[in-house]
């Protein structure tokens, strides 16, 4: 909640018998110059107005302009303190504030960041190397957007995957394992079989925890070619539980 407003202070007061105006100022009177200034929280951010006000008998009264004038040339002009005008402060002060800030809270958003990434690639990297028969690799490139790859056998420390011969796109479309199995198992389509290494199938899953949109797996011998890619796996075991 925003609290905002004004109020006035004083500067500086006298007696009517310090002031010594006998035709203008009782010596009981009190005469105080005060300042009017625009305030947030209480702080004062700047003046708006500057005026003699007289207390006789009880009563707040402004000091007509005449007398006020009298005050002026006998009492002297006084300057309206600087704390004032605090806004001049607390610009630089809030800036400073705000760009510290903003580097804690930037620091502390892009630690919890590389966190999460680095949970979710070693989640993910767990997945790819740990398939089960059936599965499918989807694997995407610069040159070839898509192209998909089925699992059919799997040891302690590599994985068989089914290659078409030909290379052609490939899309999943939204895990029609019906659709690719048939695909698969068609003899009329050339296909081989490579072993790839858990090590390189490592190797295929990123690494950047800035960054997990690009392309930074490692190619894999034997299924791609040299560019950089992203693999993803298609659990038959979760889409069948789904």
């Known amino acids: ?25 009782e010596r009981n009177d009190f005469v105080q110059l005060k300042v009017s200034v625009f305030h947030v929280f209480w702080i004062p951010l700047f003046p708006f107005n500057k005026q003699w006000v007289l207390t006789r008998n009880g009563e707040e009264l402004v000091v007509n302009p005449e007398a006020s004038k009298l005050l002026d ?13 605090s806004w001049l ?10 760009s510290v800030y903003s580097k804690v809270d930037e620091r ?3 630690k919890q960041r590389v966190a999460n990434n ?28 898509s192209s998909v790859f089925k699992v059919i056998d799997f040891s302690r420390d590599s994985t068989i995957i089914q290659v078409p011969t030909v290379k052609e796109q490939l899309y999943w479309g939204g ?18 079989k490579v072993r790839v290494a858990k090590e ?28 950089l890619l ?7 075991r979760r889409k069948n539980r789904n």
Request: hydrophobic fraction near 35%.
């Open 1 to 25: 909640m925003l609290i905002f407003g004004q109020y006035s202070f004083s500067i500086d007061e006298y007696t009517g018998f310090e002031i010594n105006l006998p035709n203008v100022f």
């Open 200 to 227: 390189d199938l490592d190797a295929a899953c990123t690494k950047n925890v800035e960054n997990l949109s690009r392309f930074k797996g490692a190619p894999i011998p034997g299924v791609t070619d040299g560019r």
């Open 118 to 145: 680095t949970k979710w690639i070693q989640k993910k990297t767990d997945a790819i190397m740990n398939p089960e028969k059936g599965d499918y690799y989807v694997i995407t490139n610069v040159e070839y957007p």
């Open 108 to 110: 502390i958003k892009h």
């Open 89 to 98: 402060f607390l610009i630089p002060v809030l800036f400073i504030f705000y």
């Open 175 to 192: 895990g029609n394992f019906s659709k690719w199995d048939d695909y698969f198992a068609d003899g009329s389509k050339g296909f081989r």
């Open 73 to 85: 040339r006998h009492k002297g002009r006084k300057r309206v303190p600087w704390y004032s005008f």
């Open 230 to 236: 992203k693999i993803d796996r298609v659990e038959r």
